[in-house]
T-cell receptor, first 110, second 112 residues
Framework: QKEVEQNSGPLSVPEGAIASLNCTYSDRGSQSFFWYRQYSGKSPELIMFIYSNGDKEDGRFTAQLNKASQYVSLLIRDSQPSDSATYLCAGRPNAGKSTFGDGTTLTVKP | GAGVSQSPSNKVTEKGKDVELRCDPISGHTALYWYRQSLGQGLEFLIYFQGNSAPDKSGLPSDRFSAERTGGSVSTLTIQRTQQEDSAVYLC??????????FGQGTRLTVV
């Protein structure tokens, strides 16, 4: 079992819809969780982080964390074609290394 | 600079040659990662440095791969006797003791 698993995708949503990206993790010692966006041919860039159970909102993005279920998600509201990318989930224990999932590719169709 | 800097950005080498890839992390970051990413694939973890601790080398694919981090800052990833399957983008990232990792722009390695 991988330490961080993501929806295999690809995921396709129409413009303006909500895109939901999901991630589960196996290491209960993970304390911090991160979502990265990677455009084709580019490096991953950090878009959200979450440390506490519940929701965290930043503009059109909402990260959700449920430590009891070992589940992290990213919601993108009012999806735009520019959101089309691969989204990577990562978990990190305190003072340990981040572990990344394989990513979910999102396509937003105009 | 403000971000993670990697050099060279592109490297073409002949099969069997050795290559060195450099990573200059964000100032003050104690952790440094090397990953490899083949076209259309996820991140493949190679090695993790954290402060003065022994590095986590569990992801290095063979003994042809090695990395060092001098003075807790700059890191060099060395690939000896390169093979065509080593062709990929090599990404470096750095972070504080806790918190998110920030990535460099990567080095695209092509072995011909």
């Amino acid at each position: 079992q991988k330490e961080v698993e993501q929806n295999s995708g690809p995921l396709s949503v129409p413009e303006g819809a909500i895109a939901s990206l999901n991630c589960t993790y196996s290491d209960r010692g993970s304390q911090s969780f991160f979502w990265y966006r990677q455009y084709s041919g580019k490096s991953p860039e950090l878009i959200m982080f979450i440390y506490s159970n519940g929701d965290k909102e930043d503009g059109r993005f909402t990260a959700q964390l449920n430590k009891a279920s070992q589940y992290v998600s990213l919601l993108i509201r009012d999806s735009q074609p520019s959101d089309s990318a691969t989204y990577l989930c990562a978990g990190r224990p305190n003072a340990g290394k981040s572990t990344f999932g394989d990513g979910t590719t999102l396509t937003v169709k105009p | 600079g403000a971000g993670v800097s990697q050099s060279p950005s592109n490297k073409v080498t002949e099969k069997g040659k050795d290559v060195e890839l450099r990573c200059d992390p964000i100032s003050g970051h104690t952790a440094l990662y090397w990953y490899r990413q083949s076209l259309g694939q996820g991140l493949e973890f190679l090695i993790y440095f954290q402060g003065n601790s022994a590095p986590d080398k569990s992801g290095l694919p063979s003994d042809r791969f090695s990395a060092e981090r001098t003075g807790g800052s700059v890191s060099t990833l060395t690939i000896q006797r390169t093979q065509q399957e080593d062709s990929a983008v090599y990404l470096c990232a750095s972070s504080f003791l806790t918190g998110a990792a920030f990535f460099g722009q990567g080095t695209r390695l092509t072995v011909v």
